[in-house]
């Protein structure tokens, strides 16, 4: 178990130094269930980053997942900058 603190003042967010494809996979894992799970929130944040790093796939994917989201999934999900599209 983790049982130490993270020192937010240095930590690096992930939005710095994420690879674009790697965000991508990441929407993808969330919206396909891959987990087991299918998790609509964070598959939009997930495409949401990739979006905003470059991957112009992601846009289409984060509109088709914000589709499918319920007025409580929309509530509940983090607000970001909006990615250009």
Do not use: C
């Not at 289409?60 to 999900?77: F, Q």
């Amino acid at each position: 178990m983790f049982q130490r603190q993270f020192d937010l003042d240095k930590a690096t967010p992930v939005e710095a130094t994420a690879i674009p494809d790697v965000l991508f996979e990441r929407g993808l894992y969330w919206a396909s269930g891959r987990s087991g799970v299918v998790n609509l929130v964070a598959a939009h944040k997930w495409f949401n980053l990739a979006a905003l790093k470059g991957r112009t796939d992601a846009i289409s994917l984060r509109r088709e997942v914000a589709e499918m989201m319920s007025e409580a999934e929309i509530a509940t999900r983090p607000s970001a900058k909006p990615a250009p599209g």
